[in-house]
């Protein structure tokens, strides 16, 4: 069991300063991530995953908008030379150098499948932050903590989703085509 600090050691708000490159360093990560499910949406196009993909890309959109809007919200600006870097990188992966011909077989479609989980994963631990700040009576408007939970438990939906098609299509990935 945590020890909770005592409510006059709690600081109320956090720093300014750090809190906002650490969310525009997610804010970057998140922009990276909706490319990397834009790509999986269009590598398992035709498959019986793809509905999974589609969906899974519009809520990684969501969930980058909401961070957007809570950078916004809390009175910080997204660092410029950061989203001209994303917008420049999002140019350069549309190449996707993980899965390049795009297929739901072989190695390249296994690691693009590793990556977006690391994409989750990072998000989750941001939500996961979020949430312990929150806790700790760091007020982060407009986000109380239902909805930060709401968000938490979404990223770790989507983590179990990516593993699960993970999980169904790797033995066929990588089976011996010659046996």
């Known amino acids: 069991m945590s020890q909770q600090p005592a409510t006059g050691d709690t600081p109320r708000t956090p720093d300014p300063g750090l809190l ?17 499910f834009q790509a999986a949406q269009r590598s398992w196009r035709g498959t019986e995953h793809e509905k999974v993909f589609a969906r899974l890309f519009d809520e990684i959109s969501k969930d980058r908008e909401d ?22 990188s999002a140019q350069l992966g ?12 072989g190695e390249g479609a296994q690691l693009e499948l590793e990556s977006l989980q690391s994409a989750i994963r990072g998000k989750e631990c941001l939500w996961d932050t979020l949430l312990t700040l929150n806790r ?10 239902s909805q930060l939970e709401s968000l938490l438990e979404r990223a770790q939906e989507q983590q179990r ?7 169904a299509t790797a033995v066929d990935r990588f089976k011996n085509r010659d046996s």
């Not at 009175?75 to 950061?82: C, H, L, V």
């Not at 700790?136 to 903590?145: E, N």
């Open 161 to 167: 989703e990516v593993a699960a098609v993970m999980r």
């Open 136 to 145: 700790a009576g760091i007020a982060l408007p407009p986000l109380t903590t």
């Open 94 to 105: 549309k190449v996707n150098p993980i899965n390049p011909l795009r297929s739901d077989k």
């Open 67 to 88: 961070l957007l809007r809570l950078i916004r919200s809390l009175g910080f600006t997204p660092n410029k030379a950061k989203m001209a870097f994303a917008q420049v």
């Open 20 to 36: 906002s490159r650490y969310l525009d360093d997610h804010l970057l990560a998140a922009t990276g991530g909706v490319r990397l």
